[in-house]
């Protein structure tokens, strides 16, 4: 525990060290993204340890002067899983932060930037470490908040305002609504808020409480983590975010989610199967439709927004198996869903985190995220090129690299749980596997148009000019590249360190774990034998080719320079005339248009002699514009038809003045009219008298109730007493 | 793995590397006979193949390495997938459990890599059939996982030479008519990625009707000859799956099995060409349409199998 204690002081350092160091911004930067790292690194090491040992650390424990809850810290293995994904992402990010923001120095409040940034990694780390109800909601708000005002960096821009308020008022609708009730419900049923005694506190007869405590985790914990309908937040608040932010947003903030609806299942016995039934058809409709809008984007971050709502649909995917194999009581569907789940995790975050990054590198070097602006930037920025390849080919789970890895594993799971008939007696894992099957075509199809069209071709906007990429970013981007090939390759070392985690979400003892692992273990190991394979035959083929052109220069055969690509007869070829990115995916958007509605404005060509035309095309949000939007604005009506005073304080809202003028208005009416409009004008006098005046209504009730209370005293101060005992 | 097996390893491997070419020349001269001419000549593939190797290659300036590493990535994948299929034998070279998701996602590695090389040249030629390309591909990986779900529960296996082995004669005999779609689904697939008439037509340059010609329309020379041959070698490895999940031999003796194998290939590219000398090409708009037929033909598989098990 000294380790995660050591890097929340250190953050608490950073943070006033930020402050403090206002006038000084590129040294703070640095200082502050400094010590950002060797905290992260630090937590990351102590959470390997952990689930390397295959020991729990903690419980580590504070009273704390709220009447309720404790400071209360334990790494079990789900915690030091996400813990370990926190602390690589995070370390990654810190390094990018410095290039990154060194830029905006002087112009944008970095300082800022830097104390949210250290206020965000210590909730995160206290919301993981966190085993009692009120510390993880505390964690939770603070993260909310520091992750808000991180998005809202930009805040002069009104995208930027509105996709903060976005995030914000999602959040808090899906912790307001779903979230403080679970929580109330698991302390209403023990009386503690130590996660500890929530394990158990619900019994596997109790159906209708299980089946509710799902739903409030479902609704709350989706929210946060993208999961569809509720994932409306997610592409408003990441493109307009700054890189480091949008990275750490989808690779650890969304994770969260997860991790609190894990620790929801790792509290639960075996949930009846429509519960994972019903996680199994949130996650094919996330996945599916999330990929199907990254299809229609033209916006690079807001594209690779949506690939994230879509990872989370395949993690809901591990997951609902994982819940689906407990429910039908088969360990081994179980532990490989939860492992495949956890291991997506990880392997999103590293990937995502890449691509943002190589996003914000395109960003910084050209000045815009618009896809069908740029092009060839492969020849401009080379290594940012290379990063942004690995990234798109783990993110369509392509072997030898870690998307893969994850993916096979729930492939394993679906496919186990087909062949042994759990689920709609097997079928709706298979329809699952086909959902995941499309995902990943329709994947390779977004990050082909993504890499294709920004990197390789011609420029397709010739006013902008690249800069190169700064260093720092590209070491941040080589680390999480590296390890991206590493676990791809090497898979038999990070399968293992999985199944402390696994074995806790799936109830099964850790020898039993260990066997199931080991299952899973000795395929993994022969893809590392294909990835072999597979290097040799591209060495083959390369010494190959190289023999050939030596054998061809030796025979003297004239080398033709290289030319301009042959345009099948067109003298002028222009770069205008490639494939812009809606022009590639439009056949999959016009063949899926059922599913998107995308929206087309076309003035056409018209006339032997046609002038200017123009195309363009949206796909809006579904969830957005026609379930949120409505009910948004339903709910705005009704807070209009109760305001009764407008602002400057004249009477009323064209409805109210119209009723006004063919009824007479009373006289308390009038008074109720008064009292608000004084109230709004703000003069402190008025204010005060209503303070005043609620205090004597308080005093008279108070004064008046004593009478009921007296009869039932002997009752009620029983009861008191009996609460004091049970908190001691 | 037995002596026999051990001995027989690097003379089958060669033959299954040597062998596809002839299958596209079984293909053309299917195609010939049924437009009244003679054909090419039976080894005109491995001739094209040795000319290519010996050609130089010409480059754009607007392309960078990945121009160059497409084709070879694409082929080493392939190559890599000859280890997952069983083609002369009831046994692959390099199974394990989980090895029919590696086989699927190696061939969409191929894809992304050609489908990147032909975005790199910069021409709207490549551009459009790189948008065809991811399209179909998309949509066929339903139909194929599909098709893999329903082998698996019927024969109770991940592993693809026991899904597509003597393990499913009991299958057929149980669940006969699921394995039927499937192969009629897995035959719809193989047209799909090896480009074959309805799905496209390989013979033609019409920018209206390619999709994987026009993909490696700027290849030339040594690259050019990777593509070939892989496209030749995807066509052996698809269609040693459907022939093998069509036809499950009882686990007979190797002299035997290996040039049955061979023929129910060469009956296989006879009916690929038969195919495609009697249907026209399908028009774009309809190629979404077939290939959610097929998967609707695993879909109904599935249900067969699923219902089976638990009557």
Not at chain 1, 277 to 297: F, K, R
Not at chain 2, 208 to 221: K, P, Y
Request: with cysteine; hydrophobic share 55%.
């Amino acid at each position: 525990m000294t380790p995660v204690l050591t890097s929340l002081a250190l953050l608490a350092i950073g943070a006033t060290m930020s402050l403090v160091l206002v006038r000084v911004p590129r040294l703070a930067l640095v200082i502050v993204m400094l010590i950002v790292f060797v905290a992260s690194v630090l937590v990351a090491i102590n959470a390997g340890d952990v689930l390397l040992r295959a020991s729990s650390r903690g419980p580590y424990e504070v009273a704390w002067p709220l009447s309720l809850g404790t400071v209360r810290l334990s790494i079990d293995g789900l915690s030091a899983w996400f813990l370990m994904t926190i602390g690589v992402l995070a370390a990654c990010v810190a390094v990018y932060s410095v290039p990154h923001m060194s830029a905006a120095a002087g112009r944008e409040p970095v300082c800022v930037f830097c104390a949210f940034f250290c206020l965000l990694l210590a909730s995160l780390i206290i919301l993981v470490c966190a085993a009692d109800a009120v510390l993880f909601l505390i964690g939770w708000e603070a993260m909310t908040l520091a992750a808000f005002f991180l998005v809202a960096f930009h805040h002069e821009r009104r995208d930027v305002r509105r996709g903060a308020w976005m995030y914000l008022v999602a959040t808090h609708i899906g912790t307001a609504l779903f979230v403080l009730p679970l929580f109330a419900i698991m302390f209403a049923r023990t009386g503690t808020t130590a996660f500890s005694s929530f394990a158990g506190a619900v019994g596997s007869g109790d159906r209708t409480t299980l089946v509710t405590l799902f739903a409030l985790g479902l609704a709350g914990f989706g929210t946060k983590a993208g999961f569809m309908p509720m994932h409306v937040w997610l592409p408003a608040a990441h493109p307009v975010a700054p890189t480091p932010v949008s990275a750490l947003l989808s690779g650890v903030v969304v994770k969260t989610g997860i991790y609190g609806f894990l620790r929801l299942l790792s509290w639960l016995p075996p949930l009846p199967l429509v519960c994972g039934e019903v996680l199994l058809l949130v996650g094919i409709v996330s996945g599916v439709m999330g990929v199907l809008y990254a299809l229609a984007q033209h916006d690079l971050k807001r594209l690779l927004a949506y690939h994230t709502v879509e990872n989370m649909g395949i993690i809901a995917l591990g997951i609902a198996v994982g819940m689906l194999g407990e429910a039908a009581n088969q360990p081994a569907v179980a532990v490989l869903g939860y492992a495949g789940a956890l291991l997506h995790v990880t392997n999103h975050a590293l990937f995502k985190g890449l691509l943002f990054m190589s996003a914000g590198a395109v960003l910084h070097g050209s000045g815009t995220g618009e896809i069908d602006r740029l092009g060839g930037l492969a020849r401009k920025t080379p290594v940012n090129a290379v990063m942004f390849l690995i990234g798109a080919v783990a993110i369509c789970g392509l072997p030898p690299l870690n998307g893969f890895l994850s993916e096979w594993i729930i492939y394993g799971s679906l496919l186990g749980g087909s062949i042994l008939g759990i689920g709609v007696s097997g079928g709706l894992p298979g329809v699952a596997v086909a959902a995941l099957a499309l995902m990943g075509g329709l994947a390779l199809a977004c990050f082909t148009k993504a890499f294709g069209v920004v990197f390789l071709g011609e420029p397709r906007d010739a006013s902008l000019c690249t800069r190169k990429t700064p260093a720092g970013m590209k070491i941040a981007m080589a680390v999480l590249g590296l390890s991206c090939i590493l676990i791809g390759v090497l898979p038999g070392l990070w399968i293992p360190l999985v199944q402390l985690a696994a074995g806790e979400l799936a109830n099964v003892p850790h020898g039993e774990v260990n066997m199931r692992i080991e299952t899973v273990l000795a395929p993994a190991i022969k893809l590392s034998g294909m990835a072999v394979v597979f290097v040799v035959a591209v060495s083959g083929l390369i010494a190959i080719r190289r023999l050939v052109r030596l054998r061809a220069a030796c025979s003297n055969v004239e080398v033709t320079p290289t030319v301009a690509t042959w345009g099948c007869g067109y003298t002028r070829p222009t770069p205008r005339m490639q494939y812009t990115a809606s022009s590639f995916a439009a056949h999959l958007v016009t063949t899926f248009r059922s599913l998107l509605w995308p929206e087309r404005a076309i003035l056409a060509p018209s006339g032997s002699f046609p002038g200017a035309s123009h195309l363009e095309t949206h796909a809006p949000d579904i969830a957005e514009h026609d379930v949120f939007e409505p009910i948004f604005r339903g709910v705005d009506r009704l807070y209009s038809a109760v305001r009764a005073v407008s602002w400057r304080g004249e009477q009323g809202s064209p409805v109210v003045s119209e009723s006004a003028a063919l009824h007479r208005r009373g006289p308390i009416r009038t008074l109720i009219d008064g009292m608000v409009g004084a109230l709004r004008r703000g003069s402190i006098q008025v204010r005060l008298l209503f303070i005043v005046l609620t205090l004597v209504a308080m005093f008279a009730i108070e004064a008046i109730s004593p009478v009921d209370r007296a009869h039932s005293a002997t009752g009620q101060d029983s009861q008191h007493t009996l609460d004091v005992g049970a908190d001691k | 793995m037995t002596v026999l097996r051990a001995i027989l390893f690097v003379p089958e491997v060669l033959v299954v590397l040597a062998s596809p070419p002839l299958l596209m020349s079984v293909i053309a001269k299917t195609k010939a006979w049924f437009g009244g001419r003679v054909g090419p000549p039976w080894l005109q593939p491995y001739f094209d193949i040795h000319k290519l190797i010996q050609k130089n290659a010409v480059y754009s300036k607007t392309t960078t390495w990945i121009f160059r590493a497409g084709p070879i990535i694409s082929l080493a994948s392939l190559l890599t997938a000859t280890t997952l299929v069983p083609v002369l034998s009831d046994d692959s070279l390099l199974g394990f459990p989980g090895d029919v998701i590696l086989l699927a996602y190696l061939l969409a590695l191929g894809r992304m890599f050609t489908v990147l090389a032909a975005m790199d040249t910069g021409s709207s030629f490549e551009g459009m059939g790189a948008s065809r390309e991811v399209t179909f591909g998309a949509m066929s990986e339903p139909a194929l996982f599909l098709s893999f779900v329903v082998m698996a529960v019927a024969s109770k296996s991940l592993r693809l030479s026991e899904m597509i082995g003597p393990s499913l004669i009991p299958g057929w005999q149980v669940a006969g008519p699921a394995v039927i779609l499937v192969v009629g689904a897995l035959l719809v697939v193989l047209l799909t990625e090896t480009c074959r008439v309805p799905v496209d037509d390989p013979a033609t340059h019409l920018e209206l009707t390619m999709i994987h010609e026009v993909m490696v329309l700027d290849h030339s020379g040594p690259e050019f000859a990777c593509i070939t041959y892989g496209a030749a070698l995807k066509f052996a490895l698809l269609g040693s799956i459907v022939v093998h999940a069509a036809i499950p031999h009882g686990g007979w003796l190797a002299w035997l099995n290996a040039p049955l194998r061979m023929l129910e290939l060469g009956g296989l590219a006879l009916l690929i060409g038969i195919i495609e000398s009697v249907t026209a090409r399908f028009r774009l708009n309809r190629v979404p349409m077939l290939l959610a037929g097929a998967t609707v033909l695993s879909a109904i598989a599935l249900v067969l199998v699923l219902m089976r098990r638990t009557v």
